[in-house]
């Protein structure tokens, strides 16, 4: 079965007001469970500066955030607190989401890999006016961005990485633009991989996690944004062998095998699913890269009782093959090792 997929077209505020009356179930299925959230509810604060500060630096993405509230007829107020008012932390320990991309392909460059996290997430063609057009992950309501590919051909996806060796600062204030929104900032406003690097260098971005962007040129990185005051980049290259993997954690606190026995919950398995992805990279070195090479890799379960070991695991949302020459993803919903990739093309 093809996950829901939507297309967008108009302004920031269109966009936002015609996907929540589109889907607003599913929305207002991840404020409430997140959030709490209730028509009646309204921050007990004065948001009036940091509207005005967000509406300066980032206006489309708050005219985006005014038409959700519209769209799913709840306070405004409300749903500019829970994307900007403060460091977005809720994210859950389980995520597991795996991203892995191949410089050379008989499609050309290749990124792919699977989304973990709360169902939700729908596939959505947006066209909004002043931004380049994409097809990507969205969850209904949130400006988050999963991954996909634009009309250049720049592909973005992205995994959570929390654990790390040292505290992070305390955020910023004003508040930041923090990664989970900021892959759709760089498929949005980007045309390759050195353009968004330079995007991510900006005063008042932050994050907690990673991404893999790979482009129609064949630039491949994975980038590390993991302070909540930014900016902060840590980024790394092809492997020798053409390939790069990032799951979540940081390659720059933790090697695989410090992971493995950091005693961190749940990193054992997130050090194992780094340890699948590094020997499908290499398999990639003497196979070559391939579409089919991704789609056995995502479905991979790594046998017999390795639980969230493998890529292929329980909290699999989708698998998603973005191939950057072609303007096109594959999406197969939850699980890959069952379920078919449909295309979706600009």
Same mark, same amino acid.
């Given at each position: 079965m093809a996950m829901t997929h939507i297309e967008l077209s108009g302004s920031a505020y269109e966009i936002g007001r015609r996907q929540c009356e589109q889907l607003g179930v599913i929305a207002g299925y991840k404020y409430r469970k997140q959030f709490h959230l209730h028509a009646d509810q309204v921050p007990l604060r004065?948001? !009036?500066?940091?509207?005005?500060?967000?509406?300066?630096?980032?206006?489309?993405?708050?005219?985006?955030?005014?038409?959700?509230?519209?769209?799913?007829?709840?306070?405004?107020? @409300?749903?500019?607190?829970?994307?900007?008012?403060?460091?977005v932390g809720t994210l859950l320990e389980q995520e597991s989401c795996s991203n892995v991309g191949f410089r050379e392909?008989?499609?050309?460059?290749?990124? !792919?890999?699977?989304?973990?996290?709360?169902?939700? @997430?729908?596939?959505?063609?947006?066209?909004?006016?002043?931004?380049?057009?994409h097809v990507g992950i969205v969850w209904p309501g949130w400006l988050s961005y999963w991954g996909g590919v634009n009309e250049h051909g720049l592909a973005v996806s992205g995994s959570s990485a929390r654990v790390l060796k040292t505290a992070p600062p305390a955020?910023?204030?004003?508040?930041?633009?923090?990664?989970?929104?900021?892959?759709?900032l760089v498929v949005e406003t980007c045309r390759d991989v050195p353009e968004a690097i330079e995007l991510l260098k900006r005063p008042g971005i932050a994050g907690h996690g990673n991404h893999i962007m790979v482009d129609a040129a064949g630039n491949g990185v994975v980038v590390e944004t993991h302070k909540p005051t930014g900016?902060?980049?840590?980024?790394? !290259?092809?492997?020798?062998?053409?390939?790069?993997?990032?799951?979540?954690?940081?390659?720059?606190?933790?090697?695989?095998?410090?992971?493995a026995v950091s005693g961190f919950e749940g990193l054992a398995d997130r050090a194992n699913r780094i340890r699948i992805m590094q020997q499908f990279g290499r398999r990639s070195e003497v196979e070559g890269g391939s579409i089919e090479l991704l789609k056995e890799l995502c479905a991979t379960h790594d046998g017999p009782g390795r639980g969230l070991g493998g890529i292929c695991n329980p909290n699999n949302v989708c698998s998603v093959i973005s191939v950057p020459r072609e303007r096109r993803v594959l999406v197969a919903e939850r699980f890959p090792c069952v379920n078919e990739y449909v295309e979706y093309a600009l």
């Open positions: 004065d948001l !009036g500066p940091m509207v005005e500060w967000v509406g300066r630096n980032w206006p489309d993405q708050l005219e985006e955030v005014r038409g959700y509230a519209d769209g799913l007829g709840v306070d405004f107020e @409300y749903v500019f607190d829970i994307h900007f008012g403060a460091y392909s008989p499609n050309g460059p290749l990124l !792919g890999g699977n989304l973990d996290d709360d169902p939700g @997430y729908i596939v959505q063609t947006t066209r909004r006016q002043g931004a380049y057009s955020p910023q204030k004003p508040p930041a633009f923090h990664s989970i929104y900021t892959a759709r900016p902060y980049l840590a980024d790394r !290259g092809w492997q020798p062998g053409g390939w790069i993997c990032c799951g979540n954690f940081f390659f720059s606190e933790f090697t695989v095998d410090e992971a």
